[in-house]
């Protein structure tokens, strides 16, 4: 191979299902778009059965594979631990990872509750790993320029949050009681699942969330058991039935510390919606609107347009004032859901490499739980309440 | 004029701006497009400026005015009342009207304060006149064809039931302290105004809703003062301010009896939305979106639709199958905002020459105030509050 | 009634059908909406079935009726001739109103043949008639709005015009062959029906074309007899065929006088597209985009908005900048289709009651049969043909 | 790496500017998301200037480097040529790598002229090597779906193809003469560019094309002389102008051997239109539309859908049953641009393998070359011209 020298990151991946295949093919991409200062190695990928990683690891590049997750975290040879599996293990492995100086990023949520979170985030403090956690949607190009819009002040004040995030993949009441529907394993349903990622968003763009009110649902409350099989498919059992212990659907009311009002809702039972992770938000001087199922498209307002040309402007995120997107295709060449975790994980190896700690971090997953904590808490109280404030 | 006899009914309506003019307007389009049994007369136009009154009367097409709508109803040549007047007006003069056995409509909300829609219901159920409170956007023939999908069970269970309506004509700081704006003349701002139109069509839709919590927000304090000036401008004085003293925007998380969850928003701080009454229902077996501001447009998913062919269908509700359309043109030509009126008014006189009382009734009206005042005492109590069930 | 003085015009239909209910609802609609100068009187209606032609009028509003139209134009109490019978009867009609002293309307095309329609305009150029040609869709407000951007110089030197019509009512094979399939009743098919639409509104907005070439095609040759029923709807017999002699779908490249390249389509046979009239223009400094199922909005591109904000903006053309649609309602309510005649027919009575001359004339009428013209020669020839440029 | 013994390809590519990057990034990909026959391997990579093709090869992951492409073809451990210079170069390349027995990809348009495109042709069925030209449109899912609806009657009869094919990337007359610009390195302008791409749809949609009669335009003559510099951003020098010899925009209408009527248009002068490839197919028995800008949507009317439920489905597809896109990730979960590059390589690396021949090949490289003459061929003599039907 051609080459310079680069700092070179091995990476150990822990899990290779729907994520672990997101994040080995975004380590793959990096240093072919972009001019990083690192470059990832795909090291080792750890996963309890054998056969399985070890298939997993030929098809998607990982050098080497480990049964055992600890053992994973003891080699010597890696620098970052990169955990995607069920949400139940996240804060043993990073707290682990973190013990053995290893720079961590999770998938999200980044724990079960807030008490777990909280004590994964006093490990990387202590021993001063750079740590992420893995809310990608942030990362489209549209939104990381919604966000400069609302840096640069051209929304001004900001009155309404407004995010619903729509699936329907388990509307059939036959689909199984996979650890999704758990929540000894997945802590809560559409809310951690997905209602997470509208939470990034809100506290990526407009701020943090003083308090809340809101409801969780279940729609269908026993399933056939079953496992997950690849993607968001699954494969259910006959015969035997279990309890869905998690919501199918939740929405809040949030007030924002500086004031804005927000709804959110997150469901899987809105058919037709696939994927509809969508926001808008409504401020002093403009608006803005954008969902993930077009994610290269930024709807725009802006209220000092001249009257009579006032509108949304349809903007396709694909030039080169647009953030990360300029590494790829003329405008007009769209990017997709993947790209995402390019970027995501390309600001942690770049983190790695200049010492500096990147966002969303473990202290945005911490703030992220302590809202689902809220909703949880609002949903059994059936009251406002607030939402900690951690720093 | 060539004609044949039909049943004349000669109408006395009070108040002449934007609401008016659109009811004037449905009144001398119903017999030109459908085949009534009723022929609306404008009989009588009462206001208390007696050079605007008369002004309006010519423009639009009335035979006589009134200064006094006190003396309207007294008039014998008036079979109904038509109330257009800011809110406040309501009862007093719907329980007038009722008492001189005139069959009356009245603008939305009903009234003031639930005890004052009750108070007009007990009215008209006494003297057994026809009524109907103006909830013009369920006559949308997207939404009535919605109606019909929901009747013949084409969405199965009901999950969710989803509405924003957006507006954002006040957003500037000086646009003036109108009677949209103070708590005594309109009861509430964009809860009553237009958050009572979206309940109106989840009541229609979906059915009753048991509880609810909400929150209402006041984001520009104080305004210059300041009147109408026709449709939704308005003119402001220079020097004197005063308290806004209704909500700017609204949202609640309601649970409908049938176990839909609900989300609902009413703003006039989302710029760039003129007029976004917007809806979407998700069920078990399909799900619909509706947007006003594309108002002949009824986006419909159905989950067993062919699997590779599901999408939502972007229909023109504009065929022969969509309620009240098919008087107009031919498949594809649009019509407006105005038609809601006439499809409205048209089943008001239908109920009129047929003795059928038409819906939305001034029943809908109370138990629409119903949910308005379990919105403000939720906002106030910071709890979840039941919705009285009115009978 | 209460009123002033206005000068009342009166006016003489001929015809009733599709375009008949169409201009009378405009006629009673622009006094309401508009303060006009003048003022229109339904004075008579004329057709050959006296029992339809009755109760049409009756229906319509008309205070009278004439079962022969040579009658109608010689009464002294009518002003103006409105024609919406089938096209070959247009220039009979036409000719002998004008020689009447009539002001004189008719649907369009003009005419059968150029030379029919340069009869017509000779006959109003001598007896000094007003007279309009009735192309309704440049009075959308948003094909206003975008004529006055053009004129603004806000999109630059144009380079392209690109209309497509669409439609699908004839689709079906067993939709019956009526007068608009017969040549020697409506001239041509797709080409006169909506492409001269199309034309019409390539000329008001880019200016005249010097020469095209084109095909025609007519997928399905013969068809079951029968009537048109109302609207496009029709009835067939069932036994008996005739040939179609008409178009179904026309498509022709043009050169405008300025410059600017044109593609135009044309067709009955575009499943899904109702009334799918839609148009681009691409100039040096901005484009725009229409579509009158959703006519209400224009899509505006301006090449010197700042970068990263660039996109189409969707304007939702009613607001008080925008032509005519400020009498109406308040922004964000939407018109539809009805509303073009009215702006229409509001032009044409100004222009009798100033005696000015209103667009689209007769001579408008003329150039626009020039373009059918030479479409069907090049469809003949094969080659590109110069449009006659008449003055 | 673990892994397990697979055909190894090897690839020898000549060019590293924007198509060069799209191939080897898909090359990379394919054997992480497919289950591939063959494993491709960046062997060497071709460029004139040490330099940069070394750069390039570092950042691509190409293993070795050229500095002449014939010594490129006479390396013995290359097993493919894959050619993405500029249009004037492919003919000598390609033969010469025919004849040396590599399997050839190149970019489209296929060559400079017919006769070229024939002589490649020749040279690969001589020396049986396997071929694509690199039409990778027809590789985005919902086209690939698209194709399969046709094929299995759904659309019935094919009454019309429509294809604008619109980009603005030159608009500003400061936009240097790049080689996209001149005649001689590039054949044609927006023609070949990317009108060649609509051609390459319809053919693969609809059918062969039996005649045209078309036109092309240079609105802007003279250019400052300058270079490409990545993706289809350029530099201009300040001085010096030159003549721009190629089309801006050029614009056809067909007829395909099957009856169906084409329209077609392809500019690079349609401002706000970064690269909308868009096209719509009507049948008999329902219609499609597509636009790359939004390539994972496809809307489908169905004309035996239930009436009242009749409109355009929009169909994301990115399901199961929408070719390739499953290897990727859930519904609603979008791909991109690069994406139709990973599925042509691929198709190109399985016929390798498994000794069958992909499409498009370069006969449809030479069939689409024949349309590309006859549009020529039109525009210079301003009438009909018949297509060579090469086979």
Request: net charge negative; proline share 4%; hydrophobic share 40%.
């Amino acid at each position: 191979m051609v080459g310079l020298a680069k700092q070179e990151i091995n990476i150990g991946m822990i899990g290779y299902q729907f994520m672990g295949k997101a994040h080995s093919h975004a380590y793959r991409d990096i240093p072919f778009f972009f001019d990083s200062e690192a470059k990832p190695v795909l090291k080792a990928l750890a996963g309890r059965n054998e056969s399985k990683v070890n298939k997993a690891a030929e098809k998607m590049g990982w050098e080497s594979t480990e049964t055992d997750w600890r053992r994973l975290i003891e080699r010597e040879d890696i620098d970052v631990i990169d955990i995607v599996t069920p949400n139940h293990t996240h804060a043993e492995m990073a707290i682990a990872a973190a013990e053995a100086g290893k720079h961590i990023i999770t998938e999200k949520p980044l724990a079960l509750t807030l008490e777990e979170a909280k004590a994964m985030y006093r490990a990387i403090q202590k021993n001063k790993v750079v740590h992420m956690v893995c809310h990608n949607y942030r990362f489209a190009p549209a939104v990381q320029y919604a966000k400069r819009l609302i840096e640069d002040d051209r929304l001004g004040r900001i009155y309404h949050f407004r995010a619903d995030y729509l699936q329907d993949f388990i509307m059939d009441p036959s689909f199984p009681l996979v650890w999704r529907l758990k929540k000894e394993v997945s802590g809560s349903g559409a809310l951690g699942d997905i209602g997470a990622h509208s939470i990034d968003l809100a506290r990526f763009l407009v701020g943090e969330i003083s308090e809340l009110v809101g409801t969780m649902e279940t729609f269908v409350k026993k399933r056939p058991l079953g496992e997950m099989a690849g993607g968001l498919n699954a494969e259910a059992a006959k015969d035997q039935y279990g309890e869905v212990t998690v919501d199918d659907a939740v929405a809040f009311l949030a007030k924002f510390s500086n004031g804005a009002l927000g709804t959110f809702e997150a469901t899987r039972f809105a058919g037709g919606n696939r994927n509809k992770n969508k926001l808008e938000i409504n401020g002093e001087k403009g608006s803005v609107r954008w969902d993930m199922e077009n994610m290269n498209l930024l709807d725009v307002y802006l209220t000092d347009d001249e009257p009579g040309l006032q509108g949304f402007r349809t903007i396709n995120c694909t030039e080169e004032e647009h953030p990360y997107v300029g590494v790829y295709w003329p405008p007009g060449h769209i990017i997709g859901y993947e790209h995402t975790f390019i970027h995501l994980l390309y600001e942690f190896l770049q983190g790695i490499a200049k010492e500096s700690q990147p966002s969303p971090s473990f202290l945005d997953g911490v703030r992220n739980q302590a809202v689902l904590q809220a909703v949880e808490q609002s949903a059994e109280s059936r009251r406002w309440v607030k939402v900690e404030q951690f720093d």
